[in-house]
């Protein structure tokens, strides 16, 4: 890697990759820390802070995206600690449309004002004007959450839920609720059997908070800052997908950020966009360790690889999800998570959490050509550890994958 034209601390891993930028974005993310031994608030709080962000997504084949980073970085924590910081009037996140849906700190709610009013005026326009042909709707919606406080969209619903297709059905009501949770006409304070219970934003934050934000240029500025922070070294399409920003918009933040020496320029040899070196970025305060170690499983929609280009840079990873594969069709399983040992991206573990017959299931488990040979044994711990955090008594291996048997044997030399 060069800072500049300086050259400083060059470390290849396999495949030419280089060794030192993945140790500055694993420790940029929280990785190769000592996990606390009883993980509480103050540790869970510290990853959210860290990450800027936790995605959330229904799935619950294993457990829900938004508890599953916390777990790769500290271990078994109380889910409950989770659920008490993100929701209620005392809570420290709010829901919002800043990556994917995803839990955010509080005090990030004003600089989503430009995303805010984006959404505002695509809803009033002719391509996307629901909210414009449905204003009589959203302000009885208003009225109702007004007179009757937070509410989700069932208890309100008034027309026929209409399905859309095999995954949605959405009602005048719900879809109506989406657009005014996006433009900031109502947030969300709580999910209820993973429904989101709507409030007035009034209802639902302080005051303060409500005023208005930054101006567009500070936003995007603070924001692919603090996306820099998380992701420790970057390129340009890594900082604009944090926050699913445009390289447009975050282009001008980047060189702002530069000339204040937030982040100095890196080469990184084998980060390349076509036939030149790929424009890069270090944090200032970016770590740079000599090592990461450790074994974790990561969510599909951790960000450490999130961004798919981005996991196949740092790590040689190809990775798709395969959840709306068609079954015959998925090579790898329906909600495959990637497996970090040490510094590498070594293996993908396909796991359901069988919450009736309390059991862990690893559907199939599957070896990245490098992986090293002591992968299922480095493995199985913390397969132990996820099975117990799910309140789970056994784990089975159905033997399917190249790394299955190897997971199975594991497992019965330490039963």
């Known amino acids: 890697m060069r800072v ?8 290849h891993g396999r495949s030419g990759l280089p060794a030192l930028a993945r140790r500055i974005a694993l420790a940029a993310q929280g990785f190769g820390r000592a996990a606390p031994a009883a993980p509480g608030t103050r540790a869970l709080t510290g990853v959210v802070d860290r990450l800027g962000l936790l995605q959330i997504d229904s799935v619950n084949v294993f457990e829900r995206s938004h508890y599953i980073p916390a777990f ?45 009013a984006a959404y505002r005026a695509e809803g009033a326009s002719e391509w996307g004007g629901w909210l414009a042909e449905n204003r009589s709707l959203a302000e009885w919606l208003r009225a109702e959450l007004s007179t009757n406080g937070p509410m989700r969209a069932s208890e309100i619903e008034h027309d026929a839920n209409e399905r859309r297709g095999p995954w949605w059905g959405w009602s005048a009501v719900k879809r109506t609720l989406e657009w005014m949770f996006r433009t900031g006409e109502v947030v969300c304070v709580d999910r209820r059997r993973f429904e989101r219970v709507y409030a ?47 390289q447009a918009q975050v282009r001008p933040a980047i060189a702002d950020l530069v000339d204040a020496g937030t ?3 890196v080469e990184v040899p084998g980060w390349r966009t076509g036939s030149r070196p790929s424009a890069a970025w270090v944090h200032r305060d970016a770590r740079r360790p000599r090592r990461v170690e450790g074994v974790s499983l990561l969510s599909p929609f951790d960000p450490v690889v999130w961004f798919r280009p981005r996991a196949e840079r740092l790590f040689d990873f ?30 993908r573990v396909d796991l359901k959490s069988d919450r009736s017959a309390r059991v862990l299931r690893v559907q199939s488990a599957w070896a990245e050509p490098a992986a090293p040979a002591e992968t299922a044994e480095r493995l199985v711990p913390v397969l132990r550890e996820a099975a117990a955090w799910q309140g789970l008594d056994e784990i089975t291996v159905t033997g399917r994958g190249d790394l299955s048997g190897s997971i199975e044997g594991a497992l019965r030399a330490v039963a």
Do not use: C, K, N
Request: glycine fraction near 6%; charged fraction near 25%.
């Open 4 to 11: 500049g034209r300086a050259e400083y601390a060059p470390h």
């Open 72 to 116: 790769s970085r500290i271990g078994a924590y109380d889910r409950a600690l989770l659920d008490r910081v993100a929701w209620g009037r005392r809570g420290r996140l709010v829901e919002y449309w800043a990556h994917q849906a995803a839990f955010i700190p509080r005090e990030l709610w004003p600089l989503f004002e430009f995303r805010r």
């Open 200 to 246: 007035l934003p009034e209802q639902g934050l302080e005051p303060h908070l409500l005023e208005h934000g930054p101006a567009e240029a500070d936003s995007i500025r603070a924001l692919v800052e603090r996306a820099a922070a998380a992701l420790g070294i970057a390129t340009a399409p890594d900082l604009a997908d944090y926050w699913r920003m445009t």
């Open 263 to 265: 982040l100095v320029p």
């Open 318 to 347: 190809h990775y798709r999800i395969e959840i709306y594969t068609p079954e015959p069709q998925r090579r790898y399983g329906y909600y495959s998570l990637p497996v970090l040992v040490d510094d590498r991206v070594v293996a």
